[in-house]
């Protein structure tokens, strides 16, 4: 049986590491969970699985819930996150939160030697040599919950750093991908928020759509797996059933596949190195899919991930301020207030406004972080 805190538990990949425990009781027991908002949803899983603590966000929800279940022990805020992610009990912490909030429980739960199931992108975006160090020096693995690097993580199974060529991220385009540069002026939030393959959370299915998503996993991809930029490409791959490939010295590309649901990699991640059983899972049926398409990817069209490249190889505080910059702009999108293609303005302004802080300490990482959040709202108002 192992022990499961999760951070983020109402949100898309939080229900679908639920669904992973519930499907697997004997396995696997949530011990501590954080959440946002969603009080309604809060109630039904502390009802189902019975955590023995709860991190709320705001001060006034954890009088209400501490309230009502008077045999739980309820946290709030920034340090409430903290304590979810390294409650005594925990094996592995499932850090699902999303935005750069989820860095400092990260730091804190690799100090715990917990095992770090990741799926906030943004810990190894804005802090790469920080948590990669502190996994090290503590024995701590680092389990990729992202279907592409989950993907790669399998693929590499057996095999040895040195003998990787590079990697092959694949990405499905997001909703937009028949679109030209010059038909995504007047898209709407609503038309952006439908992606073709996958079930999502509002911020990061945008961030699909302006392939800022992919340019944020080449960053993590690069911290994961310790490979230089230069090796690492993504391929536009519309069907996403190749989750991600590998190529190796002598030409030989290992990929894999499956039909695009995100609980085959959490459960990955929670039953390491072990596989279990997905009853509910669609299996893939290559036949009845035929044919699978790829496409070079188109730098000038996705302009975000020739961002992302360029501040990933750029290095120090520059992966932190195109995050920030793109999760203040993504938010003004989703509220209405910038176009589309905006948002691509607003990280472009943020990044070349910057001076880079070379191999930057976690404060450094913080100052730079909100500064660059306090920048793109003066641009935004
Ligand atoms: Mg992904």
């Given amino acids: 049986m ?12 939080g229900t679908q590491t639920l669904d992973i425990l519930r499907e697997h009781p004997s396995d696997f027991k ?20 019975q955590p023995e603590l709860v991190s709320v966000l705001d001060y006034q929800d954890f009088n209400t819930l501490k309230a009502e279940y008077p045999a739980i022990s ?21 850090n699902a939160v999303l935005g750069s909030v989820g860095l400092e429980p990260t730091l804190q739960a690799i100090e715990s030697r917990k095992i770090i199931a990741i799926a906030n992108k943004e810990t190894l975006v804005t802090a790469g040599h920080l948590v990669m160090e502190a996994a090290k020096n503590n024995g701590v ?34 909703s937009f991908r028949e679109r030209t540069r010059a038909e995504l002026e007047g898209v709407t939030v609503k038309e952006a928020l439908n992606h073709p393959n996958w079930s999502m959370g509002a911020k990061i299915t945008i961030d699909s759509a302006t392939m800022m998503n992919k ?3 080449v960053i993590e991809a690069h911290w994961l797996f310790n490979l230089p930029y230069e090796k690492i490409d993504v391929l536009l791959h519309k069907e996403s059933i190749i989750h991600s490939m590998v190529e190796f010295h002598d030409s030989s590309i290992i990929a894999q596949l499956g039909t695009p649901d995100m609980r085959v990699p959490i459960q990955y991640a929670l039953s390491y190195p072990d596989r279990l059983p997905l009853g509910s899972a669609n299996r893939l049926n290559l036949a009845q899919i035929g044919k699978l398409h790829f496409q070079e990817m188109d730098f000038e069209r996705f302009r975000s991930l020739q961002f992302a490249y360029e501040a990933g190889k750029k290095g120090g505080t520059m992966p932190t301020v195109l995050n920030a910059a793109n999760e203040v702009a993504v938010a003004a999108f989703l509220e209405e207030k910038i176009r589309f293609l905006q948002i691509e303005d607003l990280i472009e302004k943020a990044l ?16 730079v972080d909100k500064e660059t959040r306090q920048y793109v709202q003066s641009l935004l108002n």
Avoid: W, Y
């Fill in 2 to 13: 192992k022990m499961i805190s999760i951070l983020g538990a109402t949100g898309s990949i």
């Fill in 30 to 49: 949530l011990v501590a969970i954080s959440i946002g908002k969603n009080l309604n949803l809060a109630r039904k899983i502390i009802a189902e699985f």
């Fill in 74 to 94: 309820f946290t709030h805020g920034s340090e409430g996150l903290i304590e979810a992610a390294i409650h005594p009990k925990t094996e592995i912490l499932v």
């Fill in 141 to 174: 693995s680092l389990l990729p919950v992202d279907s592409e690097h989950s993907a790669i993580f399998q693929c590499i199974q057996g095999e040895k750093e040195k003998n990787i060529e590079r990697l092959i991220l694949t990405a499905s385009g997001g």
């Fill in 215 to 217: 340019g944020l996993e």
């Fill in 352 to 367: 070349s406004a910057h001076q880079l802080i070379d191999n930057p300490s976690l404060s450094a990482i913080q100052e």
